[in-house]
């Protein structure tokens, strides 16, 4: 299977949960329809956005049960399943792929920070690229684990046949540029920040997984068409109009603007789990200015 089968853009889903801290798995299954009748790739579930550190074992397989079951076959299931073991990494990709998951999204361990180097990630990644049945993307997100997964690194794994590619969820434009440089033209690189995804596109990124293109998949998807087709004033354009919506869900108010955002667009956006909190009225009111000046929001009756 060709590595660019998950070029494109896809959206990491939110994890809905109701007032008594369970998998809302209506809603789940509700927000997969709806984002099945839009242009993205595919879906990427239990990513940071659907606070997957924060789901047990058996609830994040039946959040995969559930979504593969709305995943038409053609379109790409992504599943997060970095732990901060590599046995517990291994046997959570082996779990995914059990359950329908096209490709395995492996966030970097982080709890010993200091300790993290160079050949212990690419250890990690090696052991966990061999055991699985399916392909494995890294993923690196800075700003929740506080480690950043070395160029060196990411090089020398894109040489292993069972890593395919990397999200990166961070906005360094330096650092992007050197992992494109230095993996082969087959390795696919996902940008993870929709509020430099015009550069990070320009850079030469393949396509994106943004929490953006939950509430905007049209808009996020044509971005990535216009820099393609290289229609430069176009695309910077459309980012400059995206902007302030993708800083807010971003870096900015985190998952519960995320979720207040779904909400505000008839999804279900649900609650987030403590000891996270839901939005208050101020950011839910930034955000619902933010969504009315693109025009997106449903017409209150």
């Keep these: 299977?060709?590595?660019?089968?998950?070029?494109?853009?896809?959206?990491?889903?939110?994890?809905?949960?109701?007032?008594?801290?369970?998998?809302?798995?209506?809603?789940?299954?509700?927000?997969?329809?709806?984002?099945?009748?839009?242009?993205?790739?595919?879906?990427?579930?239990?990513?940071?956005?659907?606070?997957?550190?924060?789901?047990?074992?058996?609830?994040?397989?039946r959040v995969v049960e559930i979504v593969r079951a709305g995943v038409p076959r053609d379109r790409p299931l992504i599943v997060g399943t970095g732990r901060e073991s590599t046995k517990a990494t291994i046997a959570a990709t082996r779990r995914a792929a059990d359950l329908g998951a096209d490709a395995a999204l492996v966030r970097t361990p982080s709890f010993f920070k200091s300790q993290m180097t160079t050949e212990v990630f690419i250890r990690h990644y090696a052991a966990v690229a061999d055991a699985a049945r399916i392909p494995?993307?890294?993923y690196n997100v800075t700003m929740y684990t506080g480690v950043t997964l070395p160029a060196d690194a990411i090089e020398q794994l894109s040489a292993h046949p069972n890593v395919i590619g990397?999200?990166?969820?961070?906005?360094?434009?330096?650092?992007?540029?050197?992992?494109?440089?230095?993996?082969?033209?087959?390795?696919?690189?996902l940008a993870g920040s929709a509020t430099t995804l015009f550069q990070s596109l320009c850079a030469g990124a393949d396509g994106a997984v943004l929490a953006l293109a939950a509430l905007?998949?049209?808009?996020?998807?044509e971005l990535v068409k216009l820099v393609k087709e290289n229609r430069i004033a176009e695309g910077r354009e459309l980012q400059r109009k995206l902007t302030p919506i993708a800083r807010s869900i971003g870096g900015g108010f985190g998952i519960t603007g995320l979720k207040a955002a779904l909400d505000l667009l008839g999804f279900t956006g649900g609650l987030p789990r403590p000891p996270l909190r839901p939005a208050s009225k101020q950011i839910v009111e930034t955000i619902r200015g933010q969504l009315d000046a693109l025009g997106v929001l449903p017409v209150r009756v």
């Design 1 to 61: 299977m060709s590595s660019k089968r998950f070029a494109g853009v896809f959206t990491p889903i939110a994890t809905p949960f109701t007032s008594d801290d369970t998998v809302d798995e209506k809603g789940l299954a509700g927000n997969v329809r709806r984002w099945m009748t839009t242009p993205l790739t595919g879906l990427v579930v239990l990513g940071s956005n659907g606070e997957a550190p924060q789901l047990e074992d058996d609830e994040a397989d």
């Design 136 to 138: 494995v993307l890294l």
């Design 166 to 189: 990397m999200k990166e969820s961070g906005n360094d434009l330096l650092y992007i540029s050197e992992c494109i440089n230095r993996t082969p033209d087959d390795f696919t690189f």
């Design 216 to 221: 905007l998949p049209d808009e996020c998807v």
